[in-house]
């Protein structure tokens, strides 16, 4: 098995540096400098194209990641003091989206709480009375 070098931007760059040298000082193919000096031809093509830069390997976008207005909502939803501190949760907060018609997992939501800090994070109680009459209601479906 061949053992490659890996090299540096700054290394590549000035590899780049020295072939162009080299082919101006000695007026011979580039394929016989780049053969003289161990490069492929391949490789220093590639080098040429991206300048001797590393390309990331990090994706640009990210394909999954929630949208930035239910992304809003969500957190609107987990900031909003009148409710009590269950319904803050990212179950909740998803049964309520869903119920909304806004499809999202309670994965996505939780994502979301963590990405902003505040997916432990718990807001007041209200402190309500209620009467014998009344019962309290458990699960709202209202968007604010």
């Avoid at 016989?32 to 300048?51: A, E, F, N, Q």
Wanted: glycine share 6%; hydrophobic share 30%.
């Amino acid at each position: 098995m061949k053992h490659y070098n890996v090299l540096s931007d700054y290394e590549k760059q000035k590899k780049l540096q020295e072939i162009d040298e080299e082919y101006g000082r000695i007026k011979r193919d580039k394929y016989w400098v780049l053969k003289r000096m161990g490069i492929p031809r391949s490789t220093y093509y590639d080098w040429l194209k991206t300048g001797g830069v590393t390309k990331s390997r990090f994706p640009k976008t990210v394909g999954n990641k929630t949208p930035k207005t239910i992304e809003n909502i969500i957190l609107k939803m987990r900031d909003d003091i009148g409710i009590y501190r269950s319904e803050g949760s990212f179950l909740d907060i998803t049964d309520k989206l869903n119920c909304n018609e806004i499809m999202i997992t309670k994965n996505g939501v939780w994502s979301v709480l963590r990405r902003h800090s505040k997916n432990r994070q718990f807001s007041e109680v209200k402190k309500n009375i209620y009467y014998l009459s009344e019962k309290p209601t458990i699960f709202r479906c209202s968007l604010y």
